[in-house]
């Protein structure tokens, strides 16, 4: 959705970004609950504190959305970092869990 944007297509189609918030969500409550039952602390708690955050500015660019502005990029850049750093942490803390 960020090409879209940067291509200057933006705001996303509505059903490309009601997927992508639902599978974010999904993801997150997931990893919510799995942090809580098995007591993780360490990497899988800052994962999902970055992915806490992400989802936060995901709310942002939501809002301009509907009141029909354009998306800030700065928001969007910063959305997507948090996303695929939080991501990041989350894999390498479960590589290393399973090893």
Do not use: D, E, T, Y
């Amino acid at each position: 959705m960020a090409v879209l944007h940067f291509k200057g297509r933006s705001p996303p189609p509505p059903g490309l970004a009601v997927v992508h918030g639902l599978f974010a969500a999904s993801g997150l409550v997931i990893l919510l609950v799995a942090v809580i039952q098995a007591h993780l602390g360490g990497a899988p708690l800052a994962a999902l504190g970055l992915l806490i955050l992400a989802a936060l500015g995901g709310f942002g660019l939501l809002s301009f959305h509907l009141r029909r502005r354009a998306l800030s990029g700065g928001l969007l850049v910063g959305h997507a970092l948090l996303a695929v750093a939080g991501f990041v942490v989350l894999l390498i803390s479960a590589l290393l869990l399973a090893h």
